[in-house]
């Protein structure tokens, strides 16, 4: 089995910053991109950032120059550092990789549970 367990959500005032981390578990050969996605009530589940296993990153338009995407390969993590954060960054953020668990294996995709990210005007 695979786990990915997000942490570090909360409440923060508008200004404030966060940082999210995402550790994957279980048995696993080989992980591929890793990415943050966020659900805003009411909204479609929207991507936030990628990066591959060669630290290339990708950004939404909405997020670039405020939050920045970390992994540290070794240990199977993700982060994702959000500064500036405006009452349209609230929602739940999903933890989400794409692993192999064994060298024959396909790559499937995993999810986290979400963690709330609340920001007060």
């Known amino acids: 089995q695979v786990q990915l367990v997000e942490s570090g959500g909360g409440l923060v005032p508008a200004g404030g910053s966060l940082r999210l981390s995402c550790a994957a578990s279980?048995?696993?050969?080989?992980?591929?991109?890793m990415a943050w996605y966020r659900q805003a009530p009411g909204k479609q589940r929207e991507l936030v950032a990628t990066i591959t296993s060669s630290g290339s990153t990708n950004y939404a338009d909405s997020v670039k120059g405020r939050f920045t995407i970390s992994r540290d390969n070794a240990k199977n993590t993700v982060a994702l550092q959000m500064n500036s954060l405006n009452s349209e960054d609230t929602a739940v953020y999903y933890c989400n990789a794409d692993i192999k668990r064994v060298r024959w294996d396909e790559f499937n995709n995993y999810w986290g549970q979400g963690t709330q990210v609340t920001v007060s005007s």
């Open positions: 279980g048995t696993i050969f080989s992980i591929t991109v």
